[in-house]
């Protein structure tokens, strides 16, 4: 049992002289350190971290790409949230116009504001829309009445009760319409 103990012992004194190559990293003529051989662990480890890596980018990416494309969308509804508050001046200078009247000075005021306001409108982009004789479009148009007439063609428009607003292709409000056939 001594003897066990003693050599036991004795290899537990003895430094670690022995390395794995795969432990110790080669050395070229310079000095500088060579790429150690890899352990097939250390590959996968390598490939995953790879992975994840590359849909941490791809996620950042579309996080980007979304929240460029919200803080388009929000600019754009303000917009339009706003325009549509001065669509009823424009609704109440046409009904004005539409009155009979024989202040003949007091008629022009009343088309050069309204002329001023249509033209401000569309610098902001705005494209006023909804005339008789057009195609009825459910995308565009509310049809509130419908009426059967021979005279007119399939799905136009007969009258228009109030002008349709678009901001591009954003529908700020639908044309009201009465619609033949």
């Not at 705005?126 to 419908?146: L, Q, R, S």
């Amino acid at each position: 049992m001594a003897a066990k103990k003693k050599g036991a012992a004795h290899e537990a004194e003895q430094p670690e002289t022995e390395k794995t190559p795969e432990a110790v990293p080669a050395e070229s003529v310079e000095g500088e350190v060579l790429d150690a051989p890899k352990a097939p662990d250390a590959e996968e480890k390598l490939r995953a971290e790879q992975e994840k890596y590359l849909r941490l980018a791809a996620e950042y990416d579309n996080f980007r790409k979304r929240s460029a494309r919200e803080r388009e969308s929000i600019y754009a509804d303000v917009r339009a949230a706003t325009l549509e508050g001065f669509l009823p001046t424009y609704d109440n200078l046409e009904r004005a116009l539409r009155q009979p009247t024989e202040d003949e000075a007091y008629r022009k005021g009343v088309e050069m504001i309204l002329q001023g306001f249509v033209s401000a409108m569309e610098k902001f982009g705005v494209t006023i829309y909804g005339e008789a004789g057009e195609t009825f479009d459910p995308n565009v148009h509310n049809a509130v009445m419908h009426v059967e007439d021979e005279a007119k063609g399939e799905s136009e428009i007969v009258e228009v009760f109030q002008k349709g607003f678009k901001l591009g292709d954003k529908v700020i409000r639908f044309a009201m319409v009465k619609v033949a056939n």
